[in-house]
C-alpha cells in the first residue's frame, strides 16, 4: 500500500503521465511515463493545431474523446493528429494488453470577422494607476480575419494573448466620422494595450478621437439668452497605443493617428423669440455663428520594454 501511494504521488508530480487499465482487471492505476510527451504546434489557419506525439507506437489504435463526448477513431500519421476543436481531448490505446490514455489541453482561439465591437469579447474592469480599464485574456489566439475591425469605442484595454494573427485587419479607437453630440466634446480614443509573445501578419491600429459635437442652437431658459453664440466643441484626443511583444519579426503594424475635429459653432436661426409663453413673439436678435471647437492633438505611443515605454517606430 505504501508502495502504491508513493508511486501515485510520482506521477502526479511528473507531467508525463498516463492513465494505466488492465483489461482483465477493475483496479486501474497511474504510473509515470516520462519517455511519453507531447507538443502543440498552431497552423496557419484558426483553431487548427498539430499535436505531435514522441515516445509512443503511432501504429496502434487511437481512440480520441473530446468535451463534446465526441468519440473517433483516429490515425497518427507520424505520430502527429490534427485538432480543430479546443478543450481536453483524452486518447486511449491498447498496448501489452493494457488501456492507456493521455490527456492534451487544445486553447480556443478567439477569432474577429466583420466589425466586432469590444464589448463582445466580455472584457472584464480592473484599476491600473487609479484608470478604470478593460482587460481581454485569450487562452489560444487572437485571430483576425482580412478586414475585420475590431472597436474599442474610447475604451482603455489591456488584450493579452500569447500570439495574435492578422490576414490585415484594423484596431481602432472609433470608427471614422465618429462625432459626439451637439454640445459635448469629443471622446478621446483611449489606451489599446497588447501583450502577446509573437505577432505575425499585418494590421493597422487606428487612433481616432471622437469629432466634437456642434454648439447647442436651441435654448430653454433665460439663462441660455445671452449664450445666443454658441462655440462648437472640441474634438477628442486620438489616443494610446503600447505594444508589449518578444517577437515581431514576422509582423506587419502601421499605426494612424487622427485626432478629433471640432464641431461647427451655431448662432440663432429663428427669427423671433418669446422669453415667457404670455408675451407675443419678439424679433430675434441676430448673431454671428460661433467659432469652431478646437481640434484634438495626438498623443504618444509605446514600445513597452522590462515595463518601461520606449519609442515606437513602425511606420
Not at 507531467?15 to 488492465?22: A, L, N, Q, R
Not at 504546434?41 to 473530446?66: H, I, M, W
Not at 489591456?158 to 453630440?181: P, V, W, Y
Not at 497588447?194 to 493597422?204: E, N, Y
Request: proline share 3%; charged share 25%.
Amino acid at each position: 500500500m505504501k508502495f502504491k501511494l508513493l508511486s501515485v504521488l510520482g506521477c502526479l508530480l511528473t507531467v508525463g503521465c498516463i492513465e494505466v487499465k488492465d483489461q482483465n482487471e477493475k483496479k486501474s492505476k497511474a504510473i509515470e511515463v516520462s519517455q511519453i510527451t507531447h507538443e502543440i504546434e498552431p497552423l496557419a489557419q484558426p483553431q487548427a493545431y498539430l499535436v505531435r506525439f514522441s515516445g509512443l507506437n503511432c501504429d496502434l489504435d487511437f481512440k480520441r474523446t473530446s468535451t463534446l463526448k465526441s468519440r473517433i477513431s483516429t490515425e497518427l500519421k507520424n505520430c502527429e493528429d490534427l485538432v480543430n476543436e479546443s478543450g481536453s481531448h483524452l486518447y486511449e490505446w491498447v498496448e501489452d494488453g493494457l488501456v492507456k490514455s493521455m490527456t492534451v489541453n487544445i486553447p480556443e482561439d478567439k477569432i474577429i470577422e466583420g466589425t466586432v465591437q469590444l464589448s463582445q469579447l466580455k472584457p472584464v474592469d480592473f484599476q491600473s494607476h487609479g484608470e478604470i480599464k478593460k482587460h481581454v485574456k485569450i487562452s489560444g489566439r487572437l485571430y483576425f480575419r482580412a478586414a475585420s475591425k475590431l472597436v474599442t469605442n474610447g475604451e482603455s484595454v489591456l488584450i493579452e494573448t500569447d500570439l495574435i494573427h492578422s490576414e490585415g485587419a484594423s484596431i481602432m479607437t472609433f470608427e471614422n466620422g465618429s462625432k459626439a453630440n451637439d454640445g459635448t466634446h469629443g471622446q478621446s480614443g483611449g489606451l489599446i494595450h497588447l501583450r502577446a509573445k509573437k505577432i505575425v501578419g499585418a494590421f493597422r491600429v487606428e487612433l481616432r478621437g471622437q469629432n466634437g459635437g456642434n454648439g447647442e442652437n436651441q435654448f430653454t431658459s433665460r439663462k441660455q439668452i445671452n449664450s445666443l453664440i454658441l462655440n462648437g466643441s472640441n474634438g477628442g484626443n486620438s489616443g494610446r497605443f503600447w505594444l508589449e511583444s518578444l517577437d515581431l519579426n514576422q509582423s506587419q503594424i502601421n499605426i494612424i493617428k487622427e485626432p478629433g475635429a471640432g464641431g461647427q459653432g451655431t448662432g440663432v436661426h429663428r427669427t423671433c423669440f418669446s422669453l415667457t409663453g404670455n408675451n407675443p413673439c419678439r424679433p430675434a436678435i441676430i448673431r454671428p455663428i460661433g467659432p469652431e471647437g478646437l481640434t484634438g492633438y495626438e498623443e504618444r505611443s509605446c514600445r513597452i520594454v522590462n515595463q518601461k515605454c520606449e519609442a515606437l517606430n513602425l511606420n
